[in-house]
């Protein structure tokens, strides 16, 4: 039985888009959605995916985007300032599998190198480095793909701290060694039909100019990001920008909250998880009232930070029921 098949007879009962195992959520979605882009349907996302694994220990050094200021602080007052880099640099507590798992199928990797590392490993960074290398958290993607493969995995990576370009060289020859023929080319019309018939997986972003040398690779996803610690004036710059319509192909809507220096300081005893579900209930609220599509005001990818916490997985796949009627 081919993954069509399989989706098929698994909705002969239609369940409601909310009853959907998140494991496996696109493969058991009705036939109608089969045929709508990608860049159409309201896909849950990961903010910042790899923070699960910062590197605690105190050999690992600050990345270099953070303030002079905690830099300096970090030198000579290390076990008073790191404690601060963890409670505030992490966005997520699930790894890489247990996000795919609960239904994320879009995961900002944002990639960098170590300073004065002698190796050609790659790491993720928020504040600190993480102990886990790029290529084996892709491996770990990969296997996940290999047990779901009528899911399909949105993959941007941005950033690229301390990246020249043979680095570059080999992250590209990575991403394409584990995933093999699952990438998915620019020239696929992105919708979960097309994607199962050639047994696509993967839509790869490569948020840098040599993008354009590789048809394996997907440009830039616009990330709409407000910039704002304080719901209220986060929802009205997105309800701003949804005035003025909305990117052609994919998008990001990031519901995460920003966590300045001068927040961090006047709130010494909170976390941004703390940040994150006090304000969760009122997002969450704002995130029902959103209809996915191609007409202006429309969402694509909406992500958002500790995806498990407040039903943020199903109530963004649930949205997709207006595009069946």
């Not at 699930?94 to 002698?118: F, H, M």
């Not at 610690?229 to 710059?237: A, M, N, P, R, S």
């Not at 990031?254 to 005893?269: R, V």
């Amino acid at each position: 039985m081919t993954v069509s098949d399989q989706g098929m007879s698994s909705m002969e009962g239609h369940p409601s888009l909310k009853e959907l195992p998140l494991d496996s959520w696109m493969g058991l979605l009705p036939v109608a959605l089969w045929e709508v882009p990608l860049w159409n349907l309201a896909i849950p996302g990961s903010h910042n995916a790899i923070t699960y694994c910062l590197d605690k220990s105190d050999r690992s050094p600050v990345d270099v985007t953070q303030p002079d200021l905690l830099q300096k602080l970090d030198k000579y007052m290390k076990p008073l300032i790191r404690p601060f880099f963890h409670k505030w640099g992490v966005t997520q507590e699930l790894t890489v599998k247990e996000q795919l798992d609960c239904g994320v199928r879009y995961l900002d990797l944002r990639i960098a190198r170590r300073p004065n590392d002698s190796s050609t490993h790659l790491y993720f960074y928020h504040g600190v480095y993480t102990t886990l290398t790029v290529e084996m958290v892709l491996q770990e993607i990969r296997t996940w793909l290999d047990i779901h493969p009528s899911e399909v995995l949105l993959l941007s990576f941005s950033h690229f701290l301390g990246l020249n370009q043979d680095f570059h060289t080999e992250l590209i020859s990575t991403i394409r060694t584990v995933f093999t023929s699952k990438l998915c080319p620019i020239t696929n019309m992105g919708t979960l039909r097309s994607l199962w018939s050639l047994g696509y997986q993967v839509i790869a972003s490569y948020d840098h100019s040599v993008v354009h040398l590789h048809n394996d690779l997907w440009p830039h996803i616009p990330y709409w990001w407000a910039n704002k610690c304080k719901v209220q004036d986060l929802v009205e710059v997105f309800e701003n920008k949804k005035q003025h319509g909305r990117p052609g192909g994919f998008f990001v809507t990031g519901i995460n909250l920003t966590e300045d220096l001068k927040y961090i300081c006047s709130h010494p005893t909170e976390s941004l998880k703390d940040l994150v579900m006090s304000s969760n209930p009122t997002l969450l609220s704002w995130v029902r009232g959103q209809i996915p599509g191609p007409q202006m005001g429309s969402v694509n990818i909406i992500a958002g930070d500790f995806v498990s916490e407040g039903d943020f997985v199903p109530t963004v796949i649930t949205l997709n029921r207006h595009l069946l009627t």
